[in-house]
């Protein structure tokens, strides 16, 4: 049987934001004023916010909360909170534009690396939503960047096997309640300017799955690449404060160094070129990021427009910023039958992965 007989195809994508947004210049305003007994250089701290390209975010509470969350249990709860929240707020609009109910879903995949809960908030959502007490939960904590296009793949996979299933994946991420107030360092000043909060929900259907509209691409194939001895390029050390960034200033250079390769190989076992790629959808991760997978790829002009759209917008969502890239491709309605896209994103691992789609 041809592997495109097997292949799942993406239903539907919600996107859901926080109703509390900020313009760039008023958190530089708040982290000048927050940091001006302590940091040397304020100015350095202004030019690296506005590096980032970022004209906004989207937060999980008012600016006027923050500072009353002293301790990492406060910010674990806010975030366990407004997840919960988000989280609920995305699977719906997913399942809405799917035309599917709660109990349609049969495994509940679910990424983030902003907060921890046990139970994990899958458990509270399939309770909030009224999803079967037999639906399978996977939640998985760690992958951060990579995880929106590494839970794509683990959920087709498991749509491979269970060809007559729905499967939904949920990213919720609220990078804003991990900031680490104390920390001066370059990387949480440059951390504190790029992310945002959002979540995302992927409905995915097995190939025998009937009944639905099945306007979105298959998942045709999906490649795991995982680099040796990069731990430290990107994650968190876990502080007694909680969360503190590690974010090298290599990740650039580790996505110029591996991204063709990996991308050139992936495609050559399905006898494919670059060129006949149509759709890029790359995760945001800042601007050096997206200028390095332009150039390492010598993509076309515009290639990567809804990424760079997307950092501007809301600025980088960890795990669920390259599904609202690839929500507002399917929103566009602008690929044709035939087309062929790739999902792709790199994260703590260091490590990549690929999602190879087709209309």
């Known amino acids: 049987m041809p592997v495109e007989a097997l292949a799942p195809f993406v239903v539907s994508v919600g996107r859901t934001l ?8 008023s958190l530089i305003a708040a982290f ?24 906004g975010r989207y937060l999980a509470l008012p600016i006027s909360e923050y500072e009353a969350l002293e ?32 109990t349609d879903v049969d495994h509940l995949f679910m990424v983030t690396v902003t907060g921890i809960s046990t139970p994990s908030i899958d458990a509270s959502i399939v309770n909030r939503l009224g999803m079967r007490p037999d639906v399978k939960r996977t939640p998985i904590f760690g992958l951060g960047c ?15 096997a269970y060809q007559d299933e729905v499967s939904v994946l949920l990213s919720v991420e609220l990078c804003s309640l ?52 990069t731990e430290r390029v990107m994650g968190w050390d876990v502080v007694d404060g909680g ?47 997206l200028e390095s997978f332009q150039s390492a790829l010598e993509l076309p002009s515009g290639a990567l427009d809804r990424s760079w759209h997307s950092l501007s917008e809301t600025g980088n969502l960890s795990s669920a910023s ?3 890239v690839l929500g507002e491709l399917l929103d566009a ?14 994260g703590p691992g260091f490590c990549s992965e690929l999602v190879l789609l087709q209309w």
Request: aromatic letters at 8%; proline letters at 3%; hydrophobic letters at 45%.
């Open 18 to 25: 926080p109703s509390h947004y900020a313009d760039q210049e």
């Open 32 to 55: 000048r004023k927050h940091w001006a007994s302590q940091h040397y250089n304020l100015e350095r701290l202004e030019e690296l916010h506005r590096a980032v390209q970022v004209s």
């Open 71 to 102: 301790t990492f249990a406060k910010r674990n709860e806010a975030w366990r909170r407004a997840a919960i929240d988000l989280g609920a707020s995305a699977i719906g609009t997913a399942l809405e534009k799917a035309g599917l109910a709660a």
């Open 146 to 160: 990579v995880a929106g296009a590494a839970g794509t793949a683990r959920a087709s996979d498991y749509l491979r």
């Open 178 to 229: 991990t900031l680490q107030r104390e920390d001066l360092s370059i990387a949480n000043i440059i951390a504190s300017g790029l992310f945002g909060d959002g979540a995302a929900a992927l409905v995915l259907a097995g190939a025998q799955r009937k009944g639905l509209r099945a306007t979105g691409p298959r998942v045709l194939s999906t490649k795991s690449v995982f680099y040796p001895n």
């Open 243 to 289: 969360f503190k960034v590690v974010l090298s200033a290599k990740v650039p250079e580790v996505v110029r160094q591996h991204i063709r390769q990996d991308v050139d190989s992936f495609l050559l076992s399905h006898g494919l070129q670059r060129a006949e790629i149509s759709h890029w959808i790359a995760h945001t991760g800042g601007p050096k990021v």
């Open 322 to 324: 390259v599904l609202f």
């Open 333 to 346: 309605q602008v690929a044709r039958p035939g087309e062929y896209g790739l999902l792709l994103a790199m």
